[in-house]
């Protein structure tokens, strides 16, 4: 069994200033993480994701995410938040890695607000 | 064009009406994927299916059916729709291996049910 638990429903920052959305998550296997974001009235859009290889992954657009099994987390940070940034963020998780993965498991999302 | 395709991207229905959504991919991938999005719900999983003879019920699979017609179509299918059925559903596939293992989503069908 898997789960995703995104800690915050909704996240406002001012433009220029850190972001850090939160991600908790539970896995019978050793899991691969994802990090989507989805602008409004738009799809899906992969920002990052690790599957067991480096604990900190680099994504798109200066995002990045570490994996921190200790506490079952994957937290979502960028430096410096952009107007762009504005978005519903999900974090996301797959039992195994590679061709085992099966599906995968949403958090309910993270709405992130930035202000100017 | 898009490795995903769904098709409508966007429908208005009646209750009781059948509707069919559809979703072609032309990424070789053996996995596809029916997930919908409710506000504040993420994305749940209503149907997956591993290959053209394998199809698995999602965590909401009540009130729908698919069809694998081949590797690269998978169907959704509505037979009597209502309104809690109101949402954006997306097809993804997902495929390849060891690091490259990715998901690709499609961009989405919004349906409406009046």
């Known amino acids: 069994a898997q789960s995703v638990t995104q800690l915050d429903s909704h996240v406002s920052v001012s433009e220029g200033t850190p972001v850090l959305l939160r991600c908790n998550y539970s896995?019978?296997?050793?899991?691969?993480l994802f990090w989507y974001v989805q602008h409004p009235n738009k799809g899906l859009q992969l920002l990052l994701k690790?599957?067991?290889?480096?604990?900190l992954v680099k994504g798109i657009n200066g995002f990045e995410a570490e994996f921190k099994k200790s506490e079952t987390s994957f937290h979502l940070t960028k430096p410096s938040a952009h107007m762009s940034d504005a978005a519903e963020y999900f974090c996301?998780?797959?039992?195994?890695?590679?061709?085992?993965?099966?599906?995968?498991?949403f958090g309910k999302g993270t709405k992130l607000s930035v202000i100017p | 064009d898009a490795d995903v395709t769904q098709t409508p991207r966007n429908r208005i229905t009646k209750t009781g009406k059948r509707i069919m959504l559809e979703c072609s991919q032309t990424?070789?991938?053996?996995?596809m994927y029916w997930y919908r999005q409710d506000p504040g719900l993420g994305l749940r999983l209503i149907y997956y299916?591993?290959?053209?003879?394998?199809?698995n019920k999602g965590e909401i699979s009540d009130g729908y059916s698919v069809s694998r017609q081949a590797q690269a179509k998978f169907s959704l299918s509505l037979e009597s729709a209502i309104p809690n059925q109101t949402a954006l559903y997306f097809c993804?596939?997902?495929?390849?291996?060891?690091?490259?293992?990715?998901?690709?989503f499609g961009s989405g069908t919004r349906l409406t049910v009046v």
């Open positions: 993804a596939t997902s495929g390849g291996t060891g690091g490259n293992y990715g998901y690709t």
């Open positions: 690790y599957t067991s290889a480096a604990t």
């Open positions: 996301v998780v797959t039992a195994g890695s590679g061709a085992g993965s099966y599906q995968l498991t």
């Open positions: 990424k070789g991938h053996d996995r």
């Open positions: 299916s591993f290959d053209v003879k394998d199809i």
């Open positions: 896995s019978s296997y050793s899991p691969s």
